[in-house]
């Protein structure tokens, strides 16, 4: 029985397969490969210290068998239909986001016509309480000095009290006097000559003026200088 390398033993299991003849192989104690020639052997596993190898006809059982093209015809039928998917999954996030975008005008338009409605209807209450400063106003300014006291404190602590509240939710006056007339925000009842003011300027505040927020409460009543 013949001994030979690694090398021939490889070169002997190519020659089994252009032959068709097949090698029985015995490894000896020291590791050396024992080759006999003999009846061809399928799915012969070598061991050469310690190491396998497996003959050309288990490494061809091995490799990957080719897909039956009616798998193949699957395949392409899962892809399109993967396909189809990401597709409806794109168009739906397109379509949400959209509608998230209507959304938000919807909501924000809703908000803002909410808040023109409240304005709107703030606006004709106070209107109807702008009488009521003017009375505090006047009698504030007709009490006599001699009768002036804690009364009259306590009425103008009411005063300023109403004021700022006023203030607070947006209302102020205009404090037309010395700007030019703007008919926006005034009406003039009164045109007087003089030469020592310009032309169109607020002279004299006959009844004040309000705004709210940005919006004419009230126009001011204004002698003008010509």
Avoid: C, W
């Avoid at 013949?2 to 104690?29: C, F, G, H, P, Y």
């Avoid at 050309?56 to 396909?83: F, I, Q, S, T």
């Amino acid at each position: 029985m013949a001994e030979i390398s690694m090398a021939q033993m490889l070169q002997a299991l190519q020659d089994e397969k252009e032959e068709n003849v097949a090698e029985k192989t015995d490894q000896s104690a020291d590791g050396v490969i024992n080759v006999v020639i003999g009846e061809p052997i399928e799915g012969t596993i070598v061991t050469v210290d310690d190491e396998q190898y497996v003959t050309p006809k288990d490494a061809d059982a091995k490799r990957p068998k080719p897909v039956p093209k009616k798998n193949r015809r699957g395949n392409k039928e899962l892809l399109a239909e993967l396909e189809r998917t990401r597709e409806l999954a794109d168009g739906n996030k397109e379509k949400y986001t959209r509608l998230m975008a209507e959304f938000d005008n919807a909501r924000a338009r809703s908000e803002k016509e909410n808040s023109k409605m409240f304005d709107y209807g703030a606006k004709d209450t106070l209107e109807k309480l702008l009488p009521i400063v003017d009375d505090f106003e006047r009698a504030l300014e007709n009490i006599p000095e001699a009768e002036k006291g804690a009364f009259s404190d306590g009425i103008e602590m009411i005063y300023k009290k109403m004021m700022d509240t006023l203030k607070g939710i947006g209302v102020e006056p205009m404090n037309a006097v010395d700007k030019q007339f703007d008919p926006n925000f005034h009406n003039a009842v009164i045109h007087v000559e003089d030469e020592n003011l310009p032309e169109n300027t607020v002279i004299e505040e006959m009844q004040k003026g309000y705004m709210y927020k940005d919006q004419v409460l009230r126009h001011s009543m204004v002698k003008v200088a010509n």
